[in-house]
């Protein structure tokens, strides 16, 4: 994508960027996540952990006072987008964390990879995955479903 088109993209509204980022085949970051989301509600009666799998909503975009409001609450940086307190089918881990990312495009901040070194190490699975297929796949093989 050029500038020109860029800036052309910047000037539609949320849902034409939202329909053209999906024909483009990269859907945002929300959809990936609410596609993810639908799996998870579909898979619940094969798996129970499922039923608890919650988003942190750390993506959402908010106002200044929102944001001021919501630290104040405890939200903070790098809290990964997806929480599944399941144990893993083999017992290894006792939790798994993914941060979510569109196919092409996204960085992991510095927060993400730092909170992702300390999830490992206090026993949970965490990691970094692009798209909604590479997310389910990865809670697929920690539940063996």
């Known amino acids: 994508m050029?500038?020109?088109?860029?800036?052309?993209?910047?000037?539609?509204?949320h849902a034409v960027r939202k329909?053209?980022?999906?024909?483009?085949?990269?859907?945002f970051e929300e959809d990936e996540q609410r596609w993810t989301f639908d799996w998870i509600r579909l898979?619940?009666?094969?798996?129970?952990?499922?039923?608890?799998?919650?988003?942190?909503?750390?993506?959402?975009?908010?106002?200044?006072s929102q944001l001021n409001n919501a630290?104040?609450?405890?939200?903070?940086?790098?809290?990964?987008?997806i929480v599944i307190p399941g144990r893993s089918y083999g017992g290894e881990f006792c939790g798994l964390?993914?941060?979510?990312?569109?196919?092409?495009?996204?960085?992991?901040?510095?927060?993400?990879?730092?909170?992702?070194?300390?999830?490992?190490?206090?026993g949970y699975c965490a990691d970094v995955r692009k798209g909604h297929d590479s997310a389910i796949a990865l809670i697929k093989e920690y539940f063996q479903i």
């Open 2 to 13: 050029d500038g020109g088109e860029r800036r052309l993209m910047a000037k539609q509204s």
């Open 19 to 27: 329909h053209l980022a999906i024909a483009a085949g990269n859907p």
């Open 43 to 64: 898979n619940v009666p094969r798996c129970e952990a499922l039923k608890h799998a919650y988003s942190t909503l750390n993506g959402i975009r908010l106002r200044p």
């Open 71 to 81: 630290k104040a609450q405890g939200h903070r940086e790098g809290v990964l987008d």
């Open 97 to 122: 964390y993914i941060e979510l990312k569109r196919l092409k495009g996204g960085k992991t901040s510095r927060e993400q990879l730092e909170e992702i070194a300390w999830l490992r190490s206090q």
